[in-house]
């Protein structure tokens, strides 16, 4: 009983982390330096809740999130990753493919 406990739970954590998938991932360099912007939805239809991402020198952490607000966290990651570029970052669109 304890193993299929174990298994369940593993196989709904491996669910959970299927279907929170970055939508819009953005990679910025300047020189040899690399940060990754990414815009995460936990439902891909809903676009709700969201987490705006940054990850720098190998941490990331959370910048902006939303529960209900549709659209504010690709607000919120935009003016980011042009405020990148106003300070001289490479900003480009990374491909899920």
């Known amino acids: 009983m304890k193993r299929m406990t174990t298994l369940c739970l593993f196989g709904g954590l491996l669910m959970l982390a299927t279907t929170v998938a970055a939508d819009?991932?953005?990679t910025c360099t300047y020189g040899p330096d690399e940060r990754v912007i990414s815009v995460v939805y936990q439902?891909?239809?809903?676009?709700?809740?969201?987490?705006?991402?940054?990850?720098?020198?190998?941490v990331t952490e959370t910048l902006w999130s939303a529960e209900e607000e549709v659209g504010y966290?690709?607000?919120?990651?935009?003016?980011?990753i042009e405020k990148q570029r106003v300070w001289g970052w490479n900003c480009e669109e990374k491909s899920t493919e």
Do not use: I, L, M, N
């Open 24 to 26: 819009e991932t953005y």
């Open 43 to 58: 439902d891909q239809e809903a676009k709700v809740p969201c987490e705006v991402r940054y990850q720098k020198e190998g």
């Open 73 to 80: 966290c690709d607000e919120k990651a935009k003016a980011f």
